[in-house]
């Protein structure tokens, strides 16, 4: 497990209001309309694990609404999105942190060095892996901006930081989903909680997209599937077979959607209530939240 960010936080101008005629080069920091983000399965240390992704996408009819139908569609989008002129064109005009964190998907932990991220729940820092994953690798520091609250590398030590406080399941889920468009938190208070919230929101909306496309989106809408009560964050997170499957790793992902459509001779083990996941994907602005 690389070594976490340590040292002074630091901040920097956020991304501008319209889009330039050049390209400009990435801000280091993103501020949200409120005060934020995860780690990975029993397997995974926080934020490792990628490969290359293949270039093109098995055709799917736009009537399709399968989980993985949807998930292909969302991954094609998100990929034009950040291969597109500048980080604030690829937010798509989206408020809230989720628009926010479109910007930073664009950008190039390897070339920009290390970010400052600004979310609902608190600040994480984002920076290069030692390693080939093309994603930012989310820090916070415990003992500066949570009361010295750590919360561990895991999704499956996010989820038990954010349990720790007594809340429900669907009452995190809440405050996780109106947080993802600046509201402020009305559970998720204490220290410990919040830095777990924060990394949850951030590996999973930034991070997770730069691996995966389309993986914010699968997770939004896992977050969706714990607040209507059809799986625990347990079932969502952790486990084997999580719902969301880049909680065990980002090839889980790739091979449960297959997403080149590739003939697979021992597909893996659906995650759990996997084909629910689409009805969860929201069909505001053109199937993208």
Not at 95 to 120: I, L
């Amino acid at each position: 497990m690389p070594k976490s960010i340590g040292g002074s936080s630091f901040k920097a101008p956020s991304l501008p209001k319209s889009p330039s005629s050049t390209t400009p080069k990435a801000p280091n920091s993103v501020s949200t309309p409120s005060s934020s983000t995860a780690s990975t399965s029993k397997k995974r240390p926080l934020d490792e694990a990628s490969s290359s992704e293949p270039n093109k996408l098995a055709k799917t009819d736009l009537k399709d609404n399968t989980t993985e139908a949807r998930l292909k569609r969302a991954k094609l989008r998100e990929e034009r999105r950040q291969s597109s002129a500048d980080a604030v064109g690829s937010s798509d005009g989206r408020s809230g942190f989720v628009g926010s964190a479109q910007g930073f998907q664009k950008m190039n932990p390897k070339t920009d060095g290390k970010q400052r991220v600004d979310t609902p729940f608190g600040p994480v820092n984002a920076s290069k892996f030692p390693t080939q994953d093309p994603a930012f690798k989310i820090t916070t520091q415990a003992k500066k901006d949570y009361g010295n609250q750590p919360v561990g590398h895991k999704y499956s030590d996010l989820v038990t930081a954010l349990k720790a406080g007594g809340k429900s399941d669907k009452e995190i889920a809440t405050d996780l989903l109106n947080g993802l468009e600046g509201k402020d938190p009305q559970h998720l208070t204490d220290n410990k909680s919040k830095n777990a919230a924060a990394k949850l929101l951030a590996i999973m909306n930034v991070s997770e997209p730069m691996r995966v496309g389309g993986s914010g989106k699968a997770g939004r809408a896992t977050l969706r599937m714990v607040q209507s009560g059809e799986i625990s964050l347990e079932q969502a997170f952790t486990g084997k077979t999580p719902t969301f499957p880049m909680a065990d790793n980002p090839t889980y992902m790739r091979r449960t959607v297959n997403y080149d459509g590739t003939k697979q001779t021992k597909p893996p083990e659906k995650p759990t209530q996997f084909d629910k996941v689409g009805g969860y994907m929201s069909d505001s602005s053109g199937d993208e939240s």
